[in-house]
C-alpha cells in the first residue's frame, strides 16, 4: 500500500504540488523579509550606515541599504523555492545538479551579504578616519581614509570570494601581493608624514617652542598657534602657515625675542 507522500507525488499532482511551493515559498520569502527589514531599523543599522557612499549610491538606485540586505533574504527564499518546485515537477534537472544549487545558494546568499556589509564597514571607516585627521593638513594624509576604505573593501572581496569556492591559495596569493603593494606604496608616499610624526613627538616632548611664541621656520615667520603631531601652525598678518614638522626638524626653528 502506497504512503500519503506518495500518493501525492504521483504524477498528476505534482505540478499542484510545484505551484503549491512556489505560492509558500513567494509568502515566506516576503514575509521573511519584511521580519529581517524591521529588526535591522529596530537595531538601528539604518543610523549607522546614513550619510556612507554606499548608502547614497542605494538612494539613488531607489532602495537603501537596510532594504537591500532585507532583499536578500527574500532573494534566497525565493531562490530556493523554485528549485525544489523544479525538482519536484520533476522538470529535466538532474538530482546531483540540484543537489549543487541547493547547496550553493547559501553560499551566494552569505557571499552578496559578506560583499554589502564590507562596503558598508569601509564606507564608516572612511568616514572616522577622515574626521579624526581633518585637522592634519598635508596632502599624504588625505590618502589615508581612501587606503583604509580599499583595504577593507579588498578584503571583504577576499572573504565573498572564497565563500562560493574561489581557490583559498589563489585568495592568499592575491592578498599577500595586496599587503605587499600596500607596504611599498605606504613607504613611498608616506615618508614625509612618518618624518613628520617623529619629529612632532620630538618636539611635543621637548618643547623648544609653545603656543603664543613667535618663530621663524624656513623663510615663515610667525606666531606659533597650534602644535601637532604632525604640522606646526604660525600666522602672522591674517596669513596662516602650516608647516610639516620634520621640515621644523631639518631646517630649524628660530625662536624671536622681542
Known amino acids: 500500500m502506497q504512503s500519503e507522500w506518495q500518493v501525492l507525488l504521483r504524477e498528476e499532482y505534482r505540478i499542484v504540488l510545484a505551484l503549491l511551493i512556489l505560492v509558500g515559498g513567494g509568502v515566506a520569502g ?16 539604518h ?10 549610491t542605494a538612494r539613488s538606485l531607489g532602495t537603501t541599504t537596510v532594504s537591500l ?15 525544489l518546485a523544479l525538482n519536484t515537477a520533476e522538470l529535466p534537472l538532474s538530482t546531483q545538479l540540484f543537489w549543487q544549487i541547493i547547496l550553493f545558494i547559501p553560499d551566494l546568499f552569505v557571499a552578496a551579504l559578506v560583499f554589502i556589509v564590507g562596503f558598508v564597514i569601509a564606507d564608516k571607516a572612511e568616514l572616522l578616519v577622515s574626521e579624526r585627521l581633518r585637522s ?5 594624509v588625505s590618502l589615508l581614509p581612501r587606503l583604509v576604505k580599499y583595504s577593507i573593501v579588498y578584503i571583504a572581496t577576499l572573504i565573498a570570494l572564497s565563500q562560493i569556492g574561489i581557490a583559498v591559495l589563489t585568495l592568499l596569493v592575491l592578498f599577500g601581493a595586496y599587503i605587499l603593494a600596500v607596504i611599498v606604496f605606504g613607504a613611498v608616499a608616506f615618508w614625509d608624514l612618518l618624518r613628520s610624526s617623529a619629529a612632532g613627538i620630538y618636539l611635543l616632548l621637548n618643547q623648544p617652542y609653545g603656543i603664543g611664541d613667535e618663530i621663524r621656520v624656513a623663510g615663515n615667520q610667525g606666531i606659533v598657534q597650534e602644535v601637532d603631531i604632525f604640522v606646526t601652525h604660525i600666522e602672522n598678518d591674517g596669513e596662516e602657515f602650516i608647516i610639516p614638522n620634520h621640515l621644523v626638524f631639518r631646517k630649524g626653528a628660530v625662536r624671536l625675542r622681542n
Not at 47 to 56: A, L, S
Open 30 to 45: 516576503y514575509l521573511l523579509g519584511r521580519l529581517n527589514k524591521r529588526i535591522l531599523r529596530a537595531a538601528g543599522v
Open 69 to 83: 540586505i532585507a532583499r536578500l533574504t527574500s532573494w534566497f527564499i525565493y531562490g530556493v523555492a523554485v528549485l
Open 136 to 140: 592634519v593638513k598635508l596632502p599624504e
Open 47 to 56: 543610523e549607522v550606515v546614513e550619510g556612507t557612499p554606499f548608502e547614497r
